[in-house]
């Protein structure tokens, strides 16, 4: 039953190789989908360059990232033009949020939702003023911050 010819063996080797090829390809890219999703934190993503009607701001809006890094929020206080957009990146072990308000009470303003390790929440502010927040499982830990928008 099983002919040892050379030709059929270099046909099996090609085959194989081929279904390794696309084994690997596979594999790469279902690998690229779930890291990807695993940072999706489900939080609508807004435009760094969406505007909303901040007139005239002579030039493009910022995207400025905070992180949160060892129970605190770096840089902790941030000054920022209004319409520039913010973000969050939680380079910890740990949960996180950023949440709006002041002594550890919400002010419903934004809250990012639990960020595990590598989660991101990005918000555009568009209005001047001052928003303290805070971290809901850390705020007892002076893990806290503010966006001045100018
Ligand atoms: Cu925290």
Redesign the pocket.
């Known amino acids: 039953m099983f002919n040892p010819g050379k030709s059929n063996f270099r046909a099996a080797f090609r085959l194989s190789g081929f279904l390794a090829l696309v084994l690997f390809w596979a594999f790469i890219s279902g690998c690229g989908g779930y890291g990807k999703s695993s940072y999706d934190t489900g939080n609508p993503v807004t435009p760094p360059i969406d505007n909303g009607g901040n007139g005239g701001g002579g030039g493009g809006a910022s995207l400025h990232q905070v992180n949160?890094q060892n129970?605190r929020f770096q840089p902790a206080q941030l000054s920022i033009s209004a319409g520039d957009t913010v973000k969050w990146v939680?380079q910890?072990d740990?949960?996180?949020?950023a949440t709006s308000g002041t002594n550890g009470v919400a002010d419903g303003n934004w809250n990012s939702g639990n960020l595990s390790k590598g989660g991101t929440f990005t918000r555009v502010f568009n209005t001047k003023g001052t928003f303290p927040y805070y971290?809901?499982?850390?705020?007892s830990?002076g893990?806290t911050g503010s966006i001045t928008v100018q």
Request: glycine share 0%.
């Open positions: 949160m129970t939680n910890d740990m949960i996180h949020t971290c809901i499982p850390h705020y830990l893990m």
